[in-house]
């Protein structure tokens, strides 16, 4: 999982708001799983200073809490960008092309796929299936679906989302 | 005198909690034996056991690979599966329980194809380079290969992705090699309760690694290499200077000097051989010498010397009215970083005393360059030979260099494993050395330094001359049996004479340590001295130990045979009291003046530092 290089910008609100969820839940059965769901509602994803608030919260071990987020594709570790581009890279995309698609939106936003630009404008991820598969390749900006893709358009594209 | 052992806090001992349910279990159940059939043949095993333990009681090995009993019991590696009459699939025999008419196949057809076909699956996301590895010699991946006639080279395909961690000062992580048995992260977080290791990702990319990936170095890991000694292959090794060593010892300006901690001499024949709970202190002495070190010395020396001082400082602390107590032993530089990271609140209860490597380090280039050999500290390189990995760590701590800036206590440290590898590098065969002894002075010792290297050993060298100074006379019994064994925590109070009767609690694995620290914290602990050792039953179990395979481990108490070792040694000594080493009492007279004195401070004491914990 990469770091990003993105600033946290976490308010007292949303600590004070997390660290009494924790205080409230801490003794009940099992409740990692629960305070990280809650974390994540608050800050959108989780990042090293939200899991170091639940570790001490909890007072378990740092990597329990990175374990789990690691492990259950719910938990974002990077946090959406104003505009979240995913990238279909179900069979019929893949046969057209999208992963080159996948690779120019990476080459122009100089991010990786499942990071996050350093102004926090653009994020990357790939899926599966959109069941646009006639416009194929095909991805998503937010709710916006852009289909027959290929990676010259990339940049008009994104300009469109300044 | 009187003993008495009391039970109060040893209730929550954590270790103990497992291993007595589990006897419990076995306990209740084992009068009820079941009939079992097992290859066709009948058996009766006891209720509660799994298939691998009934088995074994019938003398059928099952081979296995992530398991350890009380440790590891996840059934995360499929080695061990066999066929169960009227199951669907086959079952984990390692956490598998027996019932009442059960039969077993363990070698079916079925069986051995799924076994075969485990292990190539392991090897096929495995870099093979056994020529090179520093497990080769006792692999547990590698016998399981050999033993089952695998074909390595059967599945080939694309390998999960991973770096060489080497950012700790004492172990290196080759995940190219890791099995994914997770018996590292359950050593770091059951025996240890650090748990800075855990499995980040899933499927194909689970690698074994820290939170958001960060090095090792830079985690609270306390440096004990617990998971080295579980590892069941090349994964996980330890930092070596061994070249380092070998070229001091080439290089005719320099002194090289070699001390050896009591635990090695209790482990290192196994490492050629020999059974476990031999002792390999002769031949030790014996390869050292023709390795050419300068002088073989005994680190029991400064064992003497520790207690010397710490038993000094406990004496003051009990007499005055304002110092911080329960005092605790300051030897184990594991645990040392353990409370820095995770109670440092309560620092002021440690011994300002040096590690017992150190002290011996410090002496060597002050004392022993000075008085003795009449050398420039500068030209002696000081090498130990520790069965611990956070001694690589601790050389290197601030305020470890007595004889002055840029002269460290000690150069270099290397393992039990390190120095057994050096012995069979260099030609030299163990089995035909002679039995050779220490040099002198800084090799002269008593049963109460021998003892330093097992749980509860501290404790009673201490025990031994604490008593006498606070009695004023020569006690009867040097034996303090209470708080010896492998017992994670041990308490016990001892009326040293009328009116003053001193409690002490032992406690071994850092997650038993929590325990008492915990008591400290709550103000429930109303102990004088407790000795606390990092790895679970001390020094003899330390983390650059000889590795013990998961199949031994699983079947008996290793610890309590190499701990006997060093009680037997014990027994057999004419002196076995610290304040009875002759080359100690000169040593005071001659350099130190007496235990506690600002010269005694300067280089045998230390300060410590307040970490966090990730
Ligand atoms: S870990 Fe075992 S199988 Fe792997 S390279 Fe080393 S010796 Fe060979
Ligand atoms: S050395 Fe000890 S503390 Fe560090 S990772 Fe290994 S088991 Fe954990
Ligand atoms: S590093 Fe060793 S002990 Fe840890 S999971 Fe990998 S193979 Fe198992
Ligand atoms: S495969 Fe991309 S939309 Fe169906
Ligand atoms: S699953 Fe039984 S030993 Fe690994």
Same mark, same amino acid.
């Given at each position: 999982?990469?770091?990003?290089?993105?600033?946290?910008?976490?308010?007292?609100?949303?600590?004070?708001?997390?660290?009494?969820?924790?205080?409230?839940?801490?003794?009940?059965?099992?409740?990692?799983?629960?305070?990280?769901?809650?974390?994540?509602?608050?800050?959108?994803?989780?990042?090293?200073?939200?899991?170091?608030?639940?570790?001490?919260?909890?007072?378990?071990?740092?990597?329990?809490?990175?374990?789990?987020?690691?492990?259950?594709?719910?938990?974002?570790?990077?946090?959406?960008?104003?505009?979240?581009?995913?990238?279909?890279?179900?069979?019929?995309?893949?046969?057209?092309?999208?992963?080159?698609?996948?690779?120019?939106?990476?080459?122009?936003?100089?991010?990786?796929?499942?990071?996050?630009?350093?102004?926090?404008?653009?994020?990357?991820?790939?899926?599966?299936?959109?069941?646009?598969?006639?416009?194929?390749?095909?991805?998503?900006?937010?709710?916006?679906?852009?289909?027959?893709?290929?990676?010259?358009?990339?940049?008009?594209?994104?300009?469109?989302?300044? | *005198?009187?003993?008495?052992?009391?039970?109060?806090?040893?209730?929550?001992?954590?270790?103990?909690?497992?291993?007595?349910?589990?006897?419990?279990?076995?306990?209740?159940?084992?009068?009820?034996?079941?009939?079992?059939?097992?290859?066709?043949?009948?058996?009766?095993?006891?209720?509660? $056991?799994?298939?691998?333990?009934?088995?074994?009681?019938?003398?059928?090995?099952?081979?296995?690979?992530?398991?350890?009993?009380?440790?590891?019991?996840?059934?995360?590696?499929?080695?061990?599966?066999?066929?169960?009459?009227?199951?669907?699939?086959?079952?984990?025999?390692?956490?598998?329980?027996?019932?009442?008419?059960?039969?077993?196949?363990?070698?079916?057809?079925?069986?051995?194809?799924?076994?075969?076909?485990?292990?190539?699956?392991?090897?096929?996301?495995?870099? *093979?380079?056994?020529?090179?590895?520093?497990?080769?010699?006792?692999?547990?991946?590698?016998?399981?290969?050999?033993?089952?006639?695998?074909?390595?080279?059967?599945?080939?395909?694309?390998?999960?992705?991973?770096?060489?961690?080497? $950012?700790?000062?004492?172990?290196?992580?080759?995940?190219?090699?890791?099995?994914?048995?997770?018996?590292?992260?359950?050593?770091?977080?059951?025996?240890?309760?650090?748990?800075?290791?855990?499995?980040?990702?899933?499927?194909?990319?689970?690698?074994?690694?820290?939170?958001?990936?960060?090095?090792?170095?830079?985690?609270?890991?306390?440096?004990?290499?617990?998971?080295?000694?579980?590892?069941?292959?090349?994964?996980?090794?330890?930092?070596?200077?061994?070249?380092?060593?070998?070229?001091?010892?080439?290089?005719?300006?320099?002194?090289?000097?070699?001390?050896?901690?009591?635990?090695?001499?209790?482990?290192?024949?196994?490492?050629?051989?020999?059974?476990?709970?031999?002792?390999?202190?002769?031949?030790?002495?014996?390869?050292?010498?023709?390795?050419?070190?300068?002088?073989?010395?005994?680190?029991?020396?400064?064992?003497?010397?520790?207690?010397?001082?710490?038993?000094?400082?406990?004496?003051?602390?009990?007499?005055?009215?304002?110092?911080?107590?329960?005092?605790?032993?300051?030897?184990?530089?594991?645990?040392?970083?353990?409370?820095?990271?995770?109670?440092?609140?309560?620092?002021?209860?440690?011994?300002?005393?040096?590690?017992?490597?150190?002290?011996?380090?410090?002496?060597?280039?002050?004392?022993?360059?000075?008085?003795?050999?009449?050398?420039?500290?500068?030209?002696?390189?000081?090498?130990?030979?520790?069965?611990?990995?956070?001694?690589?760590?601790?050389?290197?701590?601030?305020?470890?260099?007595?004889?002055?800036?840029?002269?460290?206590?000690?150069?270099?440290?290397?393992?039990?494993?390190?120095?057994?590898?050096?012995?069979?590098?260099?030609?030299?065969?163990?089995?035909?050395?002679?039995?050779?002894?220490?040099?002198?002075?800084?090799?002269?010792?008593?049963?109460?330094?021998?003892?330093?290297?097992?749980?509860?050993?501290?404790?009673?060298?201490?025990?031994?001359?604490?008593?006498?100074?606070?009695?004023?006379?020569? *006690?009867?019994?040097?034996?303090?049996?209470?708080?010896?064994?492998?017992?994670?925590?041990?308490?016990?109070?001892?009326?040293?004479?009328?009116?003053?009767?001193?409690? !002490?609690? !032992?406690?071994?694995?850092?997650?038993?340590?929590?325990?008492?620290?915990?008591?400290?914290?709550?103000?429930?602990?109303?102990?004088?001295?407790?000795?606390?050792?990092?790895?679970?039953?001390?020094?003899?179990?330390?983390?650059?130990?000889?590795?013990?395979?998961?199949?031994?481990?699983?079947? *008996?108490?290793?610890?309590?045979?190499?701990?006997?070792?060093?009680?037997?040694?014990?027994?057999?000594?004419?002196?076995?009291?610290?304040?009875?080493?002759?080359?100690?009492?000169?040593?005071?007279?001659?350099?130190?003046?007496?235990?506690?004195?600002?010269?005694?401070?300067?280089?045998?004491?230390?300060?410590?530092?307040?970490?966090?914990?990730?």
């Amino acid at each position: 999982m990469s770091k990003s290089a993105i600033a946290f910008t976490g308010t007292k609100e949303q600590e004070k708001e997390l660290k009494s969820f924790i205080s409230a839940h801490k003794n009940d059965p099992g409740p990692l799983i629960m305070i990280m769901q809650e974390a994540q509602k608050i800050y959108g994803y989780l990042p090293v200073e939200v899991q170091e608030m639940i570790s001490k919260g909890l007072n378990i071990p740092m990597e329990k809490v990175y374990e789990v987020a690691t492990f259950y594709a719910q938990f974002n570790l990077v946090p959406r960008g104003k505009y979240h581009i995913s990238v279909c890279l179900g069979t019929a995309c893949y046969v057209k092309g999208s992963q080159k698609v996948l690779d120019a939106l990476e080459q122009n936003l100089k991010i990786q796929s499942g990071e996050c630009t350093a102004d926090r404008k653009f994020s990357l991820d790939s899926c599966r299936c959109l069941g646009a598969c006639g416009l194929a390749p095909v991805m998503k900006v937010n709710d916006e679906v852009f289909g027959k893709l290929t990676p010259d358009k990339v940049p008009q594209i994104l300009s469109q989302f300044k | *005198m009187k003993k008495t052992v009391k039970k109060s806090v040893a209730k929550k001992e954590t270790a103990k909690k497992t291993a007595s349910k589990k006897v419990a279990t076995k306990s209740k159940t084992s009068n009820k034996l079941l009939n079992i059939k097992i290859n066709g043949v009948d058996y009766k095993a006891p209720a509660g $056991s799994t298939i691998l333990e009934a088995c074994r009681v019938a003398g059928i090995e099952i081979p296995t690979l992530c398991y350890l009993k009380d440790l590891n019991e996840i059934a995360a590696c499929r080695v061990c599966m066999v066929e169960v009459k009227n199951a669907r699939s086959l079952v984990a025999a390692c956490v598998y329980p027996i019932n009442e008419g059960i039969e077993i196949f363990t070698n079916s057809k079925r069986v051995v194809e799924s076994r075969k076909k485990t292990i190539e699956l392991i090897l096929s996301n495995h870099r *093979m380079d056994c020529l090179s590895c520093v497990r080769s010699g006792n692999c547990e991946l590698l016998a399981l290969a050999r033993a089952n006639g695998v074909d390595d080279t059967k599945y080939q395909g694309a390998k999960t992705e991973s770096k060489i961690d080497d $950012s700790s000062a004492h172990l290196i992580r080759d995940n190219s090699k890791c099995v994914l048995c997770r018996r590292c992260i359950a050593a770091c977080t059951k025996f240890q309760s650090v748990g800075v290791i855990g499995t980040n990702n899933r499927g194909f990319k689970t690698i074994v690694g820290s939170h958001f990936d960060v090095p090792l170095g830079d985690t609270s890991c306390v440096h004990c290499g617990q998971c080295i000694n579980v590892c069941p292959v090349g994964a996980l090794y330890e930092k070596t200077d061994a070249d380092k060593i070998l070229d001091a010892i080439r290089d005719p300006e320099k002194f090289v000097v070699v001390q050896t901690a009591p635990a090695v001499r209790a482990t290192i024949a196994e490492e050629f051989g020999a059974p476990i709970g031999t002792n390999g202190e002769g031949k030790m002495v014996a390869a050292l010498r023709r390795i050419g070190f300068d002088k073989v010395f005994d680190t029991d020396f400064a064992a003497d010397l520790t207690i010397m001082e710490e038993g000094t400082e406990l004496i003051e602390r009990i007499k005055s009215k304002k110092a911080v107590l329960p005092m605790i032993t300051s030897c184990s530089p594991g645990w040392i970083k353990f409370i820095e990271n995770y109670y440092p609140d309560l620092l002021p209860h440690l011994s300002t005393c040096k590690s017992p490597q150190q002290m011996f380090g410090a002496t060597l280039k002050t004392y022993y360059a000075e008085k003795v050999a009449k050398i420039d500290p500068k030209k002696i390189v000081s090498v130990s030979v520790m069965p611990c990995t956070a001694k690589k760590f601790e050389i290197h701590r601030n305020d470890q260099s007595a004889a002055g800036k840029g002269i460290p206590d000690l150069d270099y440290t290397m393992t039990t494993r390190e120095l057994a590898r050096m012995i069979k590098k260099l030609g030299i065969d163990w089995n035909s050395l002679p039995e050779e002894e220490f040099d002198s002075p800084m090799g002269t010792d008593t049963g109460a330094a021998v003892i330093f290297g097992t749980s509860g050993g501290v404790m009673e060298a201490a025990l031994r001359t604490a008593a006498e100074i606070l009695a004023g006379k020569k *006690m009867k019994s040097l034996d303090y049996k209470e708080v010896r064994g492998m017992k994670g925590i041990k308490e016990a109070s001892y009326t040293v004479k009328k009116g003053l009767t001193v409690k !002490v609690a !032992v406690a071994s694995g850092t997650a038993n340590a929590r325990v008492l620290l915990d008591a400290i914290r709550e103000g429930k602990a109303d102990y004088h001295f407790i000795e606390i050792m990092c790895c679970p039953g001390g020094c003899i179990n330390g983390g650059g130990q000889p590795q013990v395979s998961g199949h031994i481990r699983n079947t *008996m108490d290793y610890r309590a045979k190499r701990a006997a070792v060093l009680y037997n040694q014990d027994k057999s000594m004419k002196l076995r009291k610290s304040h009875d080493n002759p080359d100690i009492k000169k040593l005071y007279k001659d350099y130190f003046g007496k235990p506690g004195s600002e010269k005694a401070h300067h280089a045998l004491h230390t300060s410590y530092v307040k970490r966090n914990w990730t």
